[in-house]
C-alpha cells in the first residue's frame, strides 16, 4: 500500500534540513558531534535515507525567500517543497490527489486532497511486543512460528550450535523525522484525536489501533530496574543513551543476507566488554520511525556470526538478560523456553531494524 503521508514528511524534512543546513542531514551532524568515534549502523542509516530520493532528479532553490526544491523533472505526479517565512507548503502528485503540509509555530498540519483510501499506512503485528517484559504473551504469538529461535538460553550462544533463524526486514517504510518537527507533533494518549486527525486515521482503523498500542506502550511504566524512554527522533534515541551509559558507546545492529528462514549454524561469537548494562531500542509500528528504548541491568550483548548450508551469512546482535526475576511469567520466553522468571538467563536476537547500545570499555 502506498504510504502517501510518510512520502510528505520526507520531503518535509529535506525542505526543513535545508533551511537550518545546506550541506548534510542534521541528525547525521548531531551524531558526529556526539558520538564522533562510533560508527552508525546501516540499521541507522537506512532511517536517514527515505528510498524517494534514489533515482530522481531533484533540484534546490535557495533565495531570500525560502528554499524551493522540484524532483521529477517537473513532469507531473512531481514534487515541489516550498519553504518561506514560518511556514511550509508540499504539493506531491496529481491536483486531486495533493497533499499539503503546513508547518508553523503551532505544530505541523496534514490535509490531502482527497479522503479515498489510506494516507497512512502503519505495519500492525497482532499482540503485544516481545521486547516489552511486563506483558504476557499472546497464543498467536506462541504458535505464529514455533520453531524459529526468537528467544534461547545463554548456554546455547556458542559456536557449532545450529538454530533455526529468521530475519525480517521491516516493511514499514517510515524514516526518521528531523528533531524540529517530531517535537512538534503530539505524542500521547491525552491527544490522540489530534494525532489520528493529523495523520487522517479513522479512530477505528487497524492503523489507528497500532498507533494508540505504540503511545500505550510507551506511556506504560517499565518492569522493575528498567529505565525506559519512547524517542520519537535520532536526536533523543542519542541523548538518552549517552545519560545512561556515557558517550563511550557502541551501537550494534543485525545485518542478514536475505529473510528466509533457515538453519543456520553459529562461527563465531564476540561478547561485548560491558556486563552491566545495554541500551536497547526497538522499532515500533508508527507513521514515522519511533523507538522504545530501555536501559536493562544484567545484560550483555553479543555479535554473533551464522552461516547457512545455503552459503548465505548473517552478523547477528544477541542480548542475554541475566536477571528476568521481574518479567511476567506468562511471557513469550519462557513459554519457548519452557523455563520460569529468574531462574536462567534468557537471550535473543535483534530483529535488523533494531538497535543496541554498549558501552565500549
Known sequence: ?????????????????????????????????VLPNSPMPEAVKDLLKPDWLEGKSTSVGVTKGGVNVNTGRGKPGGTNVNVGHGSVGVHTGKPSHRTNVGVGKGGVTVGTGTRKGKPVYVR?????????????????????????????????????????????KTTNKAT???????DSIPFSSLKLPEILNTFSLNPSSDE???????????????????????????????????SKLGKDVKALSTDAENEQKKEYNIVGVEKMPNEKAVVVCHRQEYAYAVFYC???????????????????????VAVCHRDTAAWNPKHLAFQVLNVKPGTVPVCHFLPEDHIVWVPKY
Open 294 to 316: 530501555h536501559k536493562t541491568e544484567k545484560a550483555v550483548a553479543y555479535e554473533v556470526a551464522l552461516a547457512a548450508g545455503d552459503g548465505s551469512e548473517a552478523a547477528a
Open 124 to 168: 500492525v503485528k497482532p499482540g503485544a511486543n516481545p521486547f516489552i517484559y511486563k506483558y504476557a504473551a499472546t497464543e498467536t504469538q506462541l504458535h505464529d512460528n514455533p520453531d524459529v529461535a526468537l528467544f534461547f538460553l545463554e548456554k546455547d550462544l556458542h559456536a557449532g550450535k545450529k538454530m533455526i533463524l529468521q530475519f525480517t
Open 1 to 33: 500500500m502506498e504510504c502517501k503521508f510518510q512520502h510528505t514528511l520526507a520531503f518535509l524534512s529535506v525542505a526543513l534540513v535545508l533551511v537550518v543546513s545546506h550541506a548534510g542531514l542534521p541528525s547525521e551532524d548531531y551524531w558526529k558531534s
Open 208 to 242: 489507528a489501533e497500532a498507533i494508540k498500542r505504540t503511545i500505550r506502550e510507551c506511556e506504560e511504566k517499565g518492569v522493575k530496574g528498567e529505565d525506559k524512554f519512547c524517542a520519537t527522533n535520532l536526536e533523543s534515541m542519542v541523548d538518552f543513551t549517552i
Open 176 to 182: 526518521f523525522l528531523p528533531r524540529q518537527i517530531a
